[in-house]
């Protein structure tokens, strides 16, 4: 690979519009970017999501692409109408079954899988500590560490005993946030044994049980690093997650281009310093001209050797060892079957019957 493949291959992102824009052509085939994230603004049918990732991966000739989604369930699904969208994390826990819960995962891994979707930026590991947090809430399994590790698991097994790449979010958590890192910088300030006892656990047993990648958080934990928030951060990503955690998997910032982030560091100079901290995948999710941007700044800081060639390889080792995991050989969407998987009628009666156990008295004691 040539020095702007490497750098391409650490790249995800976004587009608008239900069709690869020109842009987004360009950067698969002149820079060899090594994923794309699809978003509800994208997707209009299974017919439809199976037709744009096989013209997606079409493009990419000499390695697959990640097809990212965030498929949580509950309220933050991306995908349209036809396909079978389950609860998200507090309510499946709320079935206090982790085989329901296993088996709903792994319905959405099949439906995934068959429209061309490799990568599932899910489960959720942060645990909602905070009843006031504005942007975790339902959306974790729950209040405390064992029941967030258990399902957590759970959810990472479905997905990825179906080839489905699972990504545990946000390290080092989110739960205990008052702020919205869409919009402003949160910080947690708990000292460092609250965080092992609390926050990291869940992230600690996912890697022990072979998690294939972690998303960090936009937030600043000043008892790790009182400056850049963890996505930014050597302490955290390098020193915590890698060095002292274990972790040798693939490692992706949330968007690049969130308030978060934004308001500080522009496009360019927020991937340098993602990448110097420890990222191996840089996420952007929209901005045609801040992608172009970060490509290029990440070019040049390698060029003037404030981001070593060496360090962009051990990146694309992670990220081509990942796709030779999950992706390979690579089989395009088989369109006369997405029919006989998406929303067919077992996984119909899979929801019916979570509804119904989460729908339950019993359902209303769960914490």
């Not at 992102?13 to 360009?26: E, Q």
């Not at 978003?39 to 390695?63: D, E, V, W």
């Not at 930026?121 to 729950?142: Q, W």
């Amino acid at each position: 690979m040539t020095l702007k493949e490497k750098i391409g291959q650490i790249f995800m992102v976004g587009f608008d519009g239900v069709g690869p824009s020109k842009t987004l052509l360009r950067f698969i085939k002149e820079f060899h970017i090594g994923g794309v994230i699809l978003f509800a603004r994208n997707l209009q049918s299974p017919s439809q999501t199976a037709g744009l990732c096989n013209a997606l991966q079409a493009q990419s000739r000499k390695m697959p692409l990640l097809i990212s989604i965030d498929q949580e369930g509950g309220r933050v699904s991306r995908l349209p109408k036809g396909f079978s969208v389950f609860p998200g994390g507090a309510k499946l826990a709320a079935c206090q079954s982790p085989e329901l819960v296993y088996r709903a995962t792994e319905a959405t891994a099949k439906e995934l899988r068959a429209v061309g979707i490799n990568m599932n930026l899910s489960p959720v590991l942060d645990v909602n500590t905070n009843p006031a947090n504005p942007i975790i809430g339902d959306r974790a399994f729950g209040t405390g560490p064992t029941l967030v590790s258990t399902m957590g698991l759970t959810v990472i097994a479905g997905l990825q005993d179906n080839r489905i790449v699972a990504c545990g979010k946000h390290f080092p958590g989110h739960g205990d946030t008052a702020a919205d890192s869409h919009k402003e910088l949160p910080r947690v300030s708990h000292g460092l044994q609250r965080l092992q006892d609390v926050e990291l656990r869940p992230f600690l047993h996912a890697i022990q049980n072979g998690l294939a990648s972690i998303m960090t958080a936009h937030v600043v934990y000043p008892a790790l690093d009182p400056k850049e928030p963890a996505t930014l951060s050597k302490p955290i990503v390098t020193g915590l997650l890698r060095q002292v955690m274990g972790f040798q998997g693939v490692v992706i910032t949330d968007d690049l281009q969130m308030a978060a982030i934004s308001d500080t560091d522009g496009p360019g100079e927020a991937a340098v310093k993602a990448i110097e901290a420890g990222a191996d995948l840089v996420l952007f999710c929209r901005d045609e001209a801040a992608q172009l941007s970060a490509l290029v700044a990440v070019a040049l800081a390698v060029k003037q050797k404030r981001i070593r060639e060496a360090r962009i390889e051990q990146s694309l080792l992670r990220i081509l060892q990942l796709k030779e995991k999950f992706l390979l050989p690579y089989q395009p969407a088989d369109l006369a079957k997405v029919k006989e998987v998406v929303g067919c009628a077992s996984h119909k009666h899979l929801l019916q019957e979570i509804k119904e156990k989460t729908e339950a008295p019993a359902a209303s004691k769960v914490v």
